[in-house]
């Protein structure tokens, strides 16, 4: 009786194992040469310095990608989480964007500008964290015009997200 119940389970383990869906893809992989992940960003990329663009880079994205999207983030803006930086519609060909440049479509962050602003988080608040998040899509573009917001490209992204990866640093004024 004990050689069945094990012979059946093995087989229900075998059967179970054996998925139809698609293997998850690894992930993104992104890093830059203004800081580390999860280390401090440098005055030169915030509000108390040049506030220019940080170098971001990624690989290790699926070929089928048609087009990538950006997205800044600090989720510990009070109130909510607040966008930084947001482009679009960059071309599948492009992995990198130079400190300072821009690529694709700019959005508009919660600043109310078109492109970067960088970290600028209140004088009392400890360390905020700054997510730099790219997202592999299986289209060319979101047919959205200039100045769309994060949470207008976050829904036109939906169900065109192949995969994604992050990198953060921290800033504390």
């Given at each position: 009786?004990?050689?069945?119940?094990?012979?059946?389970?093995?087989?229900?383990?075998?059967?179970?194992?054996?998925?139809?869906?698609?293997?998850?893809?690894?992930?993104?992989?992104?890093?830059s040469n203004s800081f580390t992940n999860g280390g401090q960003i440098p005055?030169?990329?915030?509000?108390?310095?040049?506030?220019?663009?940080?170098?971001?880079?990624?690989?290790n994205y699926p070929q089928e990608t048609k087009s990538f999207v950006l997205?800044?983030?600090?989720?510990?803006?009070?109130?909510?989480?607040?966008?930084?930086?947001?482009?679009?519609?960059?071309?599948?060909?492009?992995?990198?964007?130079?400190?300072?440049?821009?690529?694709?479509?700019?959005?508009?962050?919660?600043?109310?500008?078109?492109?970067?602003?960088?970290?600028?988080?209140?004088?009392?608040?400890?360390?905020?964290?700054?997510?730099?998040?790219?997202?592999?899509?299986?289209?060319?573009?979101?047919?959205?015009?200039?100045?769309?917001?994060?949470?207008?490209?976050?829904?036109?992204?939906?169900?065109?997200?192949?995969?994604?990866?992050?990198?953060?640093?921290?800033?504390?004024?």
């Amino acid at each position: 009786m004990l050689t069945i119940r094990i012979l059946i389970l093995s087989v229900l383990f075998i059967a179970c194992s054996k998925s139809t869906q698609p293997l998850t893809p690894s992930g993104i992989s992104v890093s830059s040469n203004s800081f580390t992940n999860g280390g401090q960003i440098p005055v030169k990329y915030t509000c108390d310095g040049q506030d220019i663009s940080v170098h971001i880079k990624w690989s290790n994205y699926p070929q089928e990608t048609k087009s990538f999207v950006l997205i800044m983030s600090d989720p510990d803006a009070p109130g909510s989480t607040f966008y930084h930086w947001i482009l679009y519609d960059i071309p599948a060909n492009i992995n990198e964007i130079q400190e300072g440049q821009s690529v694709g479509v700019k959005g508009r962050n919660d600043f109310g500008n078109l492109g970067y602003n960088g970290p600028c988080p209140p004088s009392v608040d400890p360390a905020h964290r700054y997510y730099i998040t790219i997202y592999a899509l299986n289209v060319q573009s979101l047919a959205l015009n200039q100045g769309a917001n994060a949470n207008q490209v976050l829904q036109a992204m939906e169900g065109k997200i192949i995969t994604k990866g992050q990198i953060y640093g921290t800033y504390k004024r």
